[in-house]
């Protein structure tokens, strides 16, 4: 089953890139990177992406400190390196996510909290930026959004208003399953996933954790949009942050949609559609998209030496004063 769906993914990427082929002559990208500004410009997104490493390394810990654990800088850092590594060279974000989950489930940690920990950071990332897509939305139906690009951003605001009030609804899965389903909630298997899946629910435990949480979830996704900005410049795209803004979070969250190879293809057509309602031309849209998918290829390469030096362990934080520091068991 999975190599169908490798399949499909592949297939995906492929018929968007030659899409785009048709579309868009190759030897202006080719010159970009090969430039000295495209250089340059992907060397700064190399560093604001490895910067990111160390927002979602603190991050990861208030998620932790949220779940009655601990989560030491170094181990959140190295984690999130290792699945950036797995995410971009193993077809899509979920296996970088559950190789992480591996990671801190190996170092010690409960497995449960360790699939709840990675669960909640991933769904807060998704809700934030589903709402600051939906933010950036109204400015780019105003912008000139006609046909299916505008029927695509109105679907695309509907699908962001359902997964937030998804998330939020996610909260209350274990203790409904619990109390509506017994005996189904008896068995070990289904009370672990629906643990996980209703990690939400320990955002209540502290508002000004959870704020931190949400904040530098934001602030990482800017820090994104600031790589297409500096890409753009290089690129000589006169447009401002706001407006690279309002074109980038969209175009991540599609690039995020386990749907095709790592995002390749449907970031770089979702980019061009994106661009050209502010004239764009598509060559410059895709180069700036390219960049940034190189540019998080190369922020990933350490990934290699933290997953090769995982081989002997990360030793766990002793006498913890948040307690529970290896999350045998969760509060319900």
């Not at 994104?224 to 447009?239: E, M, R």
């Not at 895709?286 to 030496?305: K, N, Q, W």
Request: net charge positive; charged share 10%; with cysteine.
């Amino acid at each position: 089953m999975k190599f169908i769906v490798l399949a499909l993914k592949l297939a995906l990427s492929v018929a968007v890139v030659w899409l785009l082929l048709r579309r868009v002559d190759l030897a202006p990208i080719g010159h970009f990177l090969e430039s000295t500004r495209g250089e340059i410009a992907m060397t700064l997104c190399v560093a604001v992406l490895i910067a990111q490493a160390f927002l979602a390394a603190l991050r990861l810990r208030w998620i932790m400190r949220l779940m009655d654990a601990d989560c030491p800088i170094k181990l959140g850092f190295s984690t999130w390196m290792i699945g950036l590594l797995v995410s971009q060279t193993l077809v899509t974000f979920i296996a970088g996510d559950a190789t992480r989950i591996w990671q801190l489930a190996r170092t010690g940690y409960g497995k449960r909290l360790a699939g709840g920990a990675i669960f909640l950071e991933r769904a807060v990332g998704f809700a934030v930026l589903m709402a600051l897509v939906l933010i950036s939305t109204p400015f780019l139906l105003n912008h000139g959004a006609e046909g299916s690009l505008r029927v695509g951003l109105i679907v695309v605001a509907i699908l962001c208003a359902v997964g937030i009030l998804g998330f939020i609804a996610s909260a209350f899965i274990a203790p409904l399953t619990a109390r509506f389903l017994p005996r189904l909630h008896a068995r070990p298997v289904v009370a672990a996933i629906a643990d996980v899946t209703s990690a939400a629910r320990h955002l209540a435990r502290s508002w000004k954790l959870t704020a931190s949480v949400i904040a530098i979830s934001a602030v990482m996704h800017l820090a994104n949009v600031f790589c297409f900005y500096i890409l753009g410049v290089a690129a000589g795209a006169d447009l401002s942050f706001a407006v690279t803004a309002a074109v980038a979070l969209p175009v991540m969250l599609i690039a995020l949609m386990p749907i095709a190879l790592a995002g390749w293809g449907v970031r770089e057509g979702a980019a061009v559609a994106g661009y050209g309602l502010f004239g764009l031309l598509p060559e410059t849209s895709v180069a700036i998209s390219v960049g940034f998918g190189v540019a998080l290829l190369i922020a990933g390469l350490p990934g290699g030496f933290y997953l090769w030096a995982s081989k002997s362990g990360e030793p766990l934080p002793q006498n913890s004063p948040e307690g529970n520091p290896k999350g045998e068991s969760l509060p319900a």
